[in-house]
């Protein structure tokens, strides 16, 4: 459980860094120091967590299936905004709730933070719990402002960014997928069986009826827009 969580942290913070890549400098910076600070008030918290209270977290089954559900719904939100502002970088109309959205961050990129965090404290016993805390802020700044510039550099056009992050969000909804069957434990006797599969029918299905959505609209929006044109 625990390598498909930090597999989804890692891409979180990807998914993170290509978004911002998306912002200017003044923006990337206001971000990263936004995060960072984000991080640093949250020491506390972090402090009074403990890795057996991580591992209790992780076997507890129904925590799970819930942050399961929180993650896919936030990368079909993200799925559907790339989408539309993958539209709006070849010249196509883009809704401006939409390009407000844009600079919504996600918040399981908090979680990723907290749980690095963490392990930062246990890897250090020799100094502070303040000064680790601020020497894990002003890494998360350096990193975070030199990965969107190189983001930038590597990927110069704003729709490859963006398609990037397009997959990336289906690697968070396999992920989420992944959790939620390793939730459930299959006894050895058939006849013992209760494995239920109405948390995987209920991600599958919301992701399939918000699919669907979204394709019927475009549809229903192309329809409206050429009888208006003719």
Known sequence: MELVLQFLFVLSLISAA???SQHGKAGRLISTLIMALIVYLFYPWTL?????????????????????V????????????DFALLKGSFGLPVAKYLKA???????????????????WFYSFTGLEYE??????????ILVFSLLPF????LLPEPYLRFEVRYILNFGQIIGAIVITVLCHEIP???KYNSFELNTLLILLGT?????????????IAKHVKLKWKF
Do not use: H, K
């Open 188 to 190: 050895y006797q058939s």
């Open 70 to 81: 929180v993650l896919v719904i936030e990368a079909l939100i993200f799925i559907g905004l």
């Open 131 to 140: 000064t680790l805390a601020i020497l894990f802020s002003i890494i998360i």
């Open 18 to 20: 290509f978004q911002w």
């Open 48 to 68: 009074e967590q403990s890795r057996e209270q991580f591992e209790i977290w992780m076997a507890d089954y129904e925590i799970m299936q819930q942050l399961a």
């Open 207 to 219: 992701f399939i009826t918000l699919f669907l959505l979204g394709f019927i609209g475009s549809r």
């Open 150 to 153: 190189c983001l930038r550099a």
């Open 101 to 119: 959205l844009a600079l919504y961050p996600g918040i399981f990129w908090l979680v990723a933070l907290l749980y690095l965090q963490m392990n």
